[in-house]
């Protein structure tokens, strides 16, 4: 079975803090992908990063960066200098190769940047 | 521009009544899925369709029921028989997946079903 935990439920940071959300994955498939979703307050999930299992090298997107870390199960999201546009839930999901695509995603991490 | 479409919004639903929600795609994606969110508990998925005239159950299908007699919409029901029904819905799809990885999910703007 397949298990996504985002153990952080909610973060607040003050505006131009770094914060890193963690993500902790579960799967018996050695192949499979890791995405990163961004849920603003109107409501669609919205895609920022996807990353397949034998591809771990870390990955910057502006202010946004990604560690990937097969050794431990981890795919943390880090969002450098915060901004209050970046107050959303975050989820982070795992979806294995070949057959249909069920998504397991974590429960979210809910980021409130206080300006 | 393509995408997803879910109407409407914000939904109302007496006690004891069934109601549908509408998603239409125009990504041209075979596959479709619902998905039920709750606070703190993540998405969880209601049903799914990977081709026209085809659906699964998900984990929690219960109280629900859809049809997809065309490839761009995948309207679900909510039925009287689901007991906790006030929930954010979120409608998504996908290419299947032995045509090439994209992105994962296209998703939806959501309904969000209260009853009262």
């Known amino acids: 079975a397949q298990k996504v935990t985002q153990a952080q439920t909610e973060i607040s940071v003050v505006e131009k803090e770094d914060v890193t959300l963690d993500c902790v994955y579960e799967?018996?498939?050695?192949?499979?992908?890791l995405f990163w979703y961004k849920q603003p307050p109107s409501g669609e999930l919205v895609f920022l990063i996807r990353?397949?299992?034998?591809?771990?090298q870390n990955e910057i997107s502006g202010r946004y960066s990604w560690n990937f870390q097969k050794s431990t199960s981890s795919f943390n999201f880090t969002i450098t200098a915060s901004q209050v546009v970046d107050s959303a839930v975050y989820f982070c999901?795992?979806?294995?190769?070949?057959?249909?695509?069920?998504?397991?995603f974590g429960t979210g991490t809910k980021l409130q940047v206080i300006p | 521009d393509g995408g997803i479409t879910q109407s409407p919004k914000y939904l109302f639903r007496k006690e004891g009544q069934n109601v549908t929600l509408s998603c239409e795609q125009n990504?041209?994606?075979?596959?479709m899925y619902w998905y039920r969110q709750d606070p703190g508990q993540g998405l969880r998925l209601i049903y799914y369709?990977?081709?026209?005239?085809d659906f699964q159950k998900g984990d929690i299908a219960e109280g629900y029921s859809v049809s997809r007699e065309k490839k761009e919409s995948f309207p679900l029901t909510v039925t009287s028989a689901q007991k906790n029904p006030t929930a954010f819905y979120l409608c998504?799809?996908?290419?299947?997946w032995g045509q090439g990885v994209g992105n994962g999910y296209t998703f939806g703007s959501g309904t969000r079903l209260t009853v009262v």
């Open positions: 998504a799809s996908s290419m299947v």
């Open positions: 799967t018996r498939d050695t192949t499979y992908y």
């Open positions: 990353r397949n299992s034998f591809d771990e």
């Open positions: 999901a795992l979806i294995r190769s070949g057959g249909y695509q069920k998504v397991t």
């Open positions: 990504l041209n994606h075979d596959a």
């Open positions: 369709s990977q081709i026209v005239n």
